[in-house]
């Protein structure tokens, strides 16, 4: 049987991550600019969805209204279906109505999938189907509710060193216990065992974190010779409220 596999050309412009600070009983509008990079039109449907992640890398997408901090019922889209002709972009706009009463100050979510629709057709020259593979997106609608009352809370969940590609890359796993998105950096700081002096200090990418999910944080050490190190290791989010704990890494020659 043949298999074929083709990427769709549908490209998100204006990013994966649309944050909101909202009030009670408030509308608010957004858009979701995408383009057709092919040279052939392209069916697009646009759906609502929750989802959650985990450090271990697992990604959960699951109903809409089935996560207990959704906004999924407070978003409305203008369409779920578009047709892009061929390099055409156009913008998907959609609605956020904040219910005139929210139980709980902090942070509610839920994505919008934009899919494009690929058929399965008959291959007529070899035996059996072409199977197009599919790149979905999914744009993260964030609403900040009542935000000063709420917080996020780093707690370190995991801490280990991997060899990838000839480098040392320290993984730290990073939970948000709190109630409020934040934007997470992690960093080390590597302190010689005998005088004490810092030898070393190394930072994350900045990556967000949503209540109740975790993330694991990548840091490139593999400037530091092999040997025992004492060392800090410190989360701070975008307000710099910090979190650290102290560990002794050990740095190995294979």
Known sequence: MFFGF???NIVVLNG???NYKVE???VYKGKIAVENTDNKPQNVKIFLQDFTYLADGSISYTAPNSNDKTNAGWIKLNTNLVTLKAKEKTEIYYEIKVPDKVSQAGSYWSVIIV????DIKPNDSKDGINIT????YAIQVITDYDSEKAKPEL???GVKIDKEDGRQILKIAIANNG??????IAAIEIYNRKNEQKIGNFTSQAMGLLPKTSKSFYIDISKMPPDTYNAVIIATDENEN???INVELEIKND
């Open 6 to 8: 083709l990427r769709a």
């Open 16 to 18: 994966l991550t649309h």
């Open 24 to 26: 009670n009983g408030q």
């Open 115 to 118: 899919e494009p629709v690929e």
């Open 133 to 136: 593979s599919v790149i979905r």
């Open 155 to 157: 707690k370190f969940e």
């Open 179 to 184: 109630n409020l998105y934040c934007k997470t």
């Open 242 to 244: 910090a979190f650290a």
